[in-house]
């Protein structure tokens, strides 16, 4: 730490800690010992938990807002961070940017229009606004319409599966199933057992 510091002695710098949930006590430690050193320093950190630091400030990241409803849809399929739509047209919404965004990157013909406007939002909507889920089901227009890309999210884990995430991403971001294994694979014995035993029932059925 102390080479570290020396390093970085004078300078005014940024320094990135990513994912410190895997080793929460060891980066609040790095971070708590090059503070006091470092007057000029800042940090920012992502982690699934806070560091509980005396200088720390935390900033709960959310899915991203997702497009507003029709107003012929049914108010209680609302998420957080969505508002229902005034009239027809604009649904435009930042998960809709980033979905169009990797669309177009990945199929240069695509281009959200009137015509699939609608299920494109849908799309988002179903994806509850998650950045990686959004950016592997963007990527699956290169051999699927629109239209298609949302009747297959019903099996969202097959179709967002290995294959169409980035393919030099580390393995969590390849596939959604992979990201909640590696999301679960954290969670201590008592704290997973209830995820085990959950189960999902159709409406209806109760």
Request: hydrophobic fraction near 40%.
């Amino acid at each position: 730490m102390s080479a570290l510091a020396e390093a970085l002695r004078r300078r005014s710098v940024l320094l990135l800690f990513d994912n410190c949930e895997h080793v929460l006590g060891g980066c609040a430690r790095t971070i708590q010992g090059l503070l006091p050193l470092l007057p000029e320093l800042r940090v920012l950190a992502t982690s699934r938990q806070p560091l509980d630091l005396g200088a720390e400030h935390v900033l709960q990241v959310r899915p991203l807002g997702l497009p507003p409803l029709p107003q012929n849809e049914s108010p209680y399929e609302t998420h957080a961070g969505e508002e229902r739509a005034s009239g027809e047209g604009g649904v435009d919404s930042p998960a809709m940017t980033l979905f169009a965004d990797r669309a177009e990157a990945a199929s240069p013909d695509f281009r959200v229009t009137d015509a699939n406007r609608h299920v494109v939002a849908q799309v988002c909507r179903r994806l509850d606004g998650l950045p990686l889920a959004l950016e592997i089901a963007a990527r699956r227009l290169r051999t699927l319409a629109p239209e298609e890309l949302l009747e297959r999210l019903d099996h969202r884990f097959r179709l967002l599966g290995p294959g169409a995430g980035e393919r030099t991403a580390p393995p969590r971001h390849q596939a959604l199933r992979a990201l909640f294994d590696w999301s679960y694979e954290l969670c201590t014995e008592p704290s997973g057992r209830p995820g085990s035993s959950c189960r999902c029932v159709p409406v209806g059925c109760c």
